[in-house]
């Protein structure tokens, strides 16, 4: 149906129109009618008026800004619409009707997105006061300040359509080109190309384009082939961590829609959302204050600046993408999104992978580099002699002919000594265990991966490294050693513990009234009663898993969330945190009196109480009540119960000033209304968990925010304390800080349950322990543990109930707050170590062997047994799939029965010194014999002098080969257990080892022409094969036997 002309509209003089058009506007949202008895609209103008008349006079300034912007966070068009009309978003095929009033497309130019979007950090409040404030500007979006925006799927499509999604442009990890190009720039694959090129035009030049160029071009084609192979494995890690990346930026936040609290991802926020916010959040939009309590901004990631701005609705009600809540609490509007925030900052902002190298990958650096040192001077000492040998006239060249000055020609002079210089490049070649650094690279992407399926995202690559050595882990109690799923178990009001908590019967029912009040008012949750439900269906409660607890207890009262706010305004909050360990809320009733609510650690609120309400009267607490009510919390205590009160304090209105400090609200006088003991349940198996850890030299310390004989009960149901355990093994926090420097650093060690635990004081419980030589693993949630997760070697953030700023902190998101989880990352760690020590033992014995065989030939006989082509198969296929075997192994059983790896201890230990000098020696002696005496040994006698040649090296090289096959199994146990345990269960290892021997077979038998071998018989293949079995003989020799070999 076509939609009729749009009346026009002239800002100045008012709205065209029927004259008989009413003044009110009635908003039609979510079935319900708003009515106001002005028009909204002469606000609007007013405000668009102002806006348009200082367009022209920034727009110098604009272009300005946005030049300095593009130059921090990067060039974009900022979403500028080119609609013709600004369109309400519940507008289908026929523009909305407003009680009469046809809202019109644009007002004056200026349209509703563009007003929206000028509601910045620089001019917002006064934009906000043209536009009637927050209240106003709701109206506009369509929002309901208490139940927010419908959320329906067409709802959210037209807010996207008209103001943007929440989405930035991601900086995408380079291409497959520039792994490319990294993979070629190394110095010796460059020398080699340049040597085998000039060789190859020399020889085309004096011989014939059909002979002398296939050495050279193997070369050429093994180098290509190299850096290939090394660029696929560098992309693919690449392509490893940016799917881990992914996994970080998936964040859930709440958004309350249709009168419900629900969790979307960030990407799904859209302008017009209601979000509450607290402590240790991230603003993810730009958006207004709608309401807030002490509410302190950080805005340093947005701002630039370290300051801390206080936000409330009257001064300084705009909020900045990307700042974070410091303290108190309060909730948004969502006014800009994605691209169109001030500053574009993207809320997943959690640091992405950068490719900085791990310490031990920087160890193996430096012994790269020490090999590297070494291969170069022994090379260029062969060079040096053999040059000087030849222009001496003591060698020959490849004719057979020695130097001679004067008679042989320059192109034979450089051919020798181009061929000097591939000499010692295959030394070097040889000796480099270039490897290494790689190994460390597919280790950590392979137990990355493994780790994101068991439930733990890795963040920091050296924190897979520190976990192996992890002695120590302070963890807190909630939702990591138990469920996080509370429950009110038991309740104590008027000194009387009810026996059914559903009906509360023994209480009077002003006490249960008092007591619902208290829980409605006095909360950061929400009970949502869904539309048309019976009355018999069950309300969804929202909040903390404390909150939500007590307010399920509430609605088993009878309490009745909305009706009991809707009866009273609350005009000021004193939020909770884990130095003060309550809640306060003053409120207004209908009758002008003013209450006050307190909720909090059972003792903290008992302090404040003069009274307690006795059924409908209140007595007074003398000090064998006092008593009474303490033994109370300490019998719900010594059951494991996390133990809140509920009191509360009549005022007349005139006794509370609402423009005091939100801290003021009076916490004296109260009376005591109820002790509620909360259960939270440990979680299954964490007995075993715990004991894993013992097994395995690891301390578990639990550190919680709970009365010290709640968390001694919890700490025995979870096998951290034993009925043998010290005194001094639990303390209170205070009593911990409160000690000198020398006392607290001679207890840390023995601790394992600190109670009512802050923050500040788990923070130095950790830098006694890392005094002490400790390596210690923290978790942390909230935004106070951030100084504690830097403080720890290896910190862990809740994937479940942390924080952004500690997600942002940590190294390690245990996305499932398990305890076992931590335990897995440990065994992974720990695997992680040995791997790397499996293959460092394998590629050390790898160049050792080649270059000492090499350099040995190459002074005895002027000519390698191994040519570059040949030792640059051998490190493809060692570097690339020796490193794949070995770092697939899983974690074996035995790892958790082991101590922790101490700091400073040697990565290479005396077994693997000795194993790996038996190894070498085997392997050089049983290769010499062969390259010496092979034509006997092989009875070549009879075959031409060239054909025994080559088929003598070609044997040399397969049997190296097989000697590597071999000895990786052999390195699959440092201990010298059956090298074959498990070895069925992981396919990855027998996959890669029967590449490398199918890929060793075409070589030799198809392409030998490119790297100067012939092709071999059955009984030759097995004595290839029977070398390197027997380099297993090597591995088996005794080296437990004695003392100083063991580890």
């Not at 609200?665 to 964490?686: Q, T, Y």
Request: net charge neutral; glycine share 8%.
């Amino acid at each position: 149906m076509q939609s009729p002309r749009r009346r026009s509209v002239d800002l100045e003089a008012g709205f065209a129109g029927d004259e008989g058009v009413t003044q009110e506007m009635a908003v039609f949202h979510d079935g319900g009618v708003v009515t106001e008895s002005r028009n909204p609209f002469r606000r609007f103008r007013s405000a668009v008026l102002a806006i348009t008349a200082t367009r022209r006079f920034k727009i110098v300034l604009d272009s300005k800004k946005d030049s300095e912007r593009e130059e921090v966070c990067g060039s974009h068009d900022h979403q500028a619409t080119t609609r013709a009309a600004a369109r309400l978003l519940y507008q289908s095929e026929e523009p909305v009707q407003v009680v009469g009033i046809e809202i019109p497309d644009e007002f004056g130019g200026i349209k509703l997105e563009e007003f929206v979007s000028s509601i910045s950090r620089d001019d917002g409040l006064r934009v906000l006061k043209l536009c009637d404030g927050v209240t106003g500007l709701s109206r506009l979006l369509l929002t309901d300040l208490e139940k927010g925006i419908c959320g329906s799927h067409e709802d959210i499509q037209r807010r996207r359509d008209i103001f943007g999604s929440n989405t930035y442009p991601l900086k995408k990890e380079g291409n497959f080109c520039m792994f490319l190009g990294e993979a070629s720039r190394g110095f010796t694959l460059i020398v080699l190309v340049f040597a085998a090129m000039a060789s190859l035009l020399l020889q085309i030049k004096t011989k014939t384009i059909n002979h002398g160029w296939y050495e050279e071009a193997g070369i050429i084609i093994t180098v290509i082939l190299v850096i290939f192979v090394t660029a696929i494995s560098n992309y693919n890690q690449s392509l490893q961590f940016e799917k881990v990346n992914d996994e970080k930026r998936k964040i859930c936040i709440e958004v309350t829609r249709d009168g419900r609290r629900v969790k979307v991802s960030i990407y799904d926020i859209v302008v017009g959302d209601i979000i509450p916010l607290k402590s240790g959040d991230q603003v993810p939009a730009d958006g207004v204050l709608v309401s807030g309590y002490s509410l302190q901004i950080g805005e340093y990631e947005t701002m630039g600046t370290n300051k801390t701005v206080n936000k409330d609705t009257d001064i300084d009600p705009i909020l900045i993408s990307g700042s974070i809540v410091e303290d108190g609490i309060g909730t948004m509007l969502v006014t800009r999104v994605g691209m169109n925030t001030q500053w574009r900052m993207p809320m997943a902002s959690i640091p992405l992978y950068t490719g900085r190298q791990t310490p031990l990958q920087v160890y193996l650096n430096r012994v790269v580099t020490a090999f590297s040192l070494i291969s170069i001077s022994v090379a260029l000492v062969v060079f040096l002699i053999e040059s000087c040998l030849y222009f001496m006239g003591r060698t020959k060249n490849k004719n057979g002919s020695p130097f001679v000055a004067g008679k042989t020609t320059l192109d034979e002079e450089i051919d020798m000594v181009i061929k000097f210089v591939i000499l010692g490049v295959t030394i070097v070649v040889a000796a480099v265990p270039e490897g290494l650094p790689l190994a460390v690279t597919l280790n950590i992407a392979y137990m990355s991966r493994k780790l994101g399926g068991e439930k733990a995202l890795v963040q920091k690559l050296s924190a897979c490294e520190a976990m192996g050595s992890a002695t120590t882990i302070v963890c807190h109690k909630t939702g990591t050693l138990t469920l996080n799923q509370m429950e009110v178990v038991d309740v104590c009001a008027g000194g009387v513990r009810p026996q059914n908590l559903d009906t509360m019967s023994e209480l009077s029912p002003l006490q249960i009234s008092l007591i619902a009040e208290g829980i409605a008012l006095n909360t950061n949750g929400s009970v949502y009663h869904p539309e048309g439900g019976s009355e018999d269906s069950e309300p969804e409660v929202f909040g903390s898993a404390t909150e939500r607890a007590i307010l399920n207890f509430g609605v088993k009262l009878g309490m009745n969330f909305d009706e009991i706010k809707s009866k009273s305004t609350i005009f000021r909050v004193s939020p909770f945190n884990s130095s003060r360990k309550r809640r306060g809320v003053a409120v207004q009733l209908h009758d002008s009196q003013v209450r006050v609510h307190w909720k909090g650690a059972a003792k903290a609120i008992l302090a404040f109480c003069e009274g307690y309400m006795a059924r409908d009267n209140i007595a007074s607490m003398d000090q064998e009540k006092i008593s009474q009510f303490e033994n109370i919390i300490d019998d719900m205590c010594n059951e494991g119960l996390r133990c809140a009160a509920l009191a509360y304090r009549n005022y007349p209105e005139g006794d509370i000033h609402r423009n005091e400090a939100f801290t003021n609200i009076p916490e004296s006088n109260l009376v005591l209304l109820a002790i509620i003991g909360i259960k939270d349940s440990c979680r299954p198996g964490i007995g075993d968990s715990i004991e894993q850890c013992r097994n395995a030299g690891i301390k578990v310390c639990m550190v919680t925010g709970d009365d010290l004989l709640t968390a001694k009960a919890i700490a025995m149901e979870c096998g951290i304390l034993t009925a043998t355990s010290d005194i001094n093994t639990t303390i209170l926090a205070s009593n911990f800080s409160s000690m000198s420097d020398a006392e607290r650093e001679e207890i840390a060690e023995n601790i394992l349950v600190m109670g009512r635990s802050s923050p500040e004081e788990n923070h130095l419980l950790l830098k006694e322990l890392r005094k002490k030589g400790h390596v210690v693993a923290a978790t942390g949630k909230g935004i106070r543990d951030a100084p504690s997760l830097r403080q720890a070697d290896i910190s862990l953030a809740m994937g479940i109930g942390g924080t952004a700023i500690a997600k942002e902190c940590s190294d390690i998101i245990v996305l499932d707050d398990n305890f076992a989880s931590i335990l897995t990352v440990i065994q992974w760690g720990r695997s992680l170590y040995t791997n790397i020590q499996r293959f460092v033992q394998f590629r050390l014995t790898v160049s050792a062997s080649a270059l000492i065989i090499c350099v040995v030939v190459a002074i005895h006989s002027h000519e390698i047994p191994l040519n570059v082509a040949q030792l640059l198969w051998v490190n493809l296929l060692i570097d690339t799939f020796g490193a794949l075997a070995l770092a697939s192994e899983p974690p074996i059983d035995n790892l958790m029965r082991r101590s922790p790896v101490r700091k400073g201890a040697p990565f290479i230990t005396k077994l693997m010194w000795a194993k790996f000098v038996l190894q070498v020696a085997y392997q050089v002696t049983a290769l010499l014999l062969l390259n010496f005496r092979g034509e006997s040994i092989l009875k070549l006698e009879n075959k031409s002098v060239d054909h025994a040649y080559k088929v003598k090296n070609t044997l040399v090289f397969n049997s190296f080969v097989f000697c590597q096959v071999f000895n990786e199994f052999e390195c699959r146990t440092l201990d010298q257990t059956n090298m074959f345990s498990g070895i069925l269960k992981n396919h990855l290892f027998l996959g890669t080892i029967i590449i490398t021997v199918i890929l060793q077979v075409i070589v030799i038998e198809c392409l030998g022409i490119f790297i100067s071998t012939v092709r071999l018989d059955w009984k030759q293949w097995l004595i290839s094969i029977g070398i390197g079995f027997f380099s297993q003989v090597a591995g088996r020799f005794p080296f437990q036997a004695f003392p100083y070999l063991r580890n």
